[in-house]
């Protein structure tokens, strides 16, 4: 198993562009989650979904879009990139939200915006 | 208002001997305790768990211990060995009602010297 996989790895955009993170993962879990991580920060949710065509706000949801076509896959989405979105992506999955559930994060993203 | 805080950015213990980690909470609902571990590059990785109804679980080398009237916990590492060397985020959770989001703290960089 490949567990939680993300493309790309790393990523250079000039603002105003847009892009789309993958993740993808083969452990048919219900939830997925979306996090940032900045410098000196701790990871902050940025969407989720509980299920197939479902998503929600996390606690950073702006200037950010999600999807969530397929069980497997969350797509994370920028319409139009800033400075401010420059970050680790890390992308997560769980087979509930029962405690000792635990979330298995994939590798990161690496997106530095111009 | 950071809910979770870590606020030793790093720590630097002698391999053998006793690493603690420490994380203070400030909301009163969060009934479950998560610490995970992350190598440079790397997603991070579950490490061991509590339950608010705990108050100490143990798994081989790791324990955490709660304090839920300082609203406070701690994980113990003994004996600590290089490969420990990484950055550990204290994460805490409201299983009845947040979907299984987790809020972070910012992380404690632990460095084992041999």
């Known amino acids: 198993n490949a567990g939680v996989t993300q493309t790309p790895k790393f990523r250079v955009l000039k603002t105003g562009q847009s892009m789309t993170l993958l993740c993808a993962q083969d452990?048919?879990?219900?939830?997925m989650y979306w996090y940032r991580q900045d410098p000196g920060m701790g990871l902050r949710l940025i969407h989720y979904?509980?299920?197939?065509?479902?998503?929600a706000k996390g606690e950073v949801p702006d200037g950010y879009n999600v999807s969530r076509l397929k069980k497997q896959n969350f797509l994370l989405g920028l319409e139009s990139a800033a400075p401010s979105q420059t970050s680790v992506y890390f992308c997560?999955?769980?087979?509930?939200?029962?405690?000792?559930?635990?979330?298995?994060f994939g590798p990161g993203t690496r997106l530095t915006v111009l | 208002d950071q809910q979770v805080k870590q606020n030793s950015p790093s720590l630097s213990v002698q391999e053998g001997r006793i690493s603690i980690l420490n994380c203070d909470y400030t909301?009163?609902?969060?009934?479950?305790f998560l610490w995970y571990k992350k190598y440079p590059a790397e997603g991070p990785t579950f490490l061991i768990s509590?339950?608010?109804?705990?108050d100490k679980n143990e798994d081989g080398r790791f324990t955490v211990f709660l304090n839920k009237s300082a609203k406070h916990l701690s994980l113990h590492i003994v004996p600590s060995q290089p490969g420990d060397s990484a950055v550990y985020f204290c994460?805490?959770?409201?299983?009845?009602?947040?979907?299984?989001?987790?809020?972070f703290g910012k992380g404690t960089k632990l460095s084992v010297k041999p």
């Open positions: 994460a805490a959770m409201n299983y009845g009602g947040s979907q299984g989001n987790l809020i």
């Open positions: 997560a999955s769980s087979y509930s939200i029962a405690a000792g559930s635990e979330q298995f």
């Open positions: 979904s509980v299920g197939e065509g479902t998503t």
């Open positions: 909301n009163s609902m969060f009934d479950y």
């Open positions: 509590i339950s608010s109804i705990k």
């Open positions: 452990m048919n879990h219900e939830y």
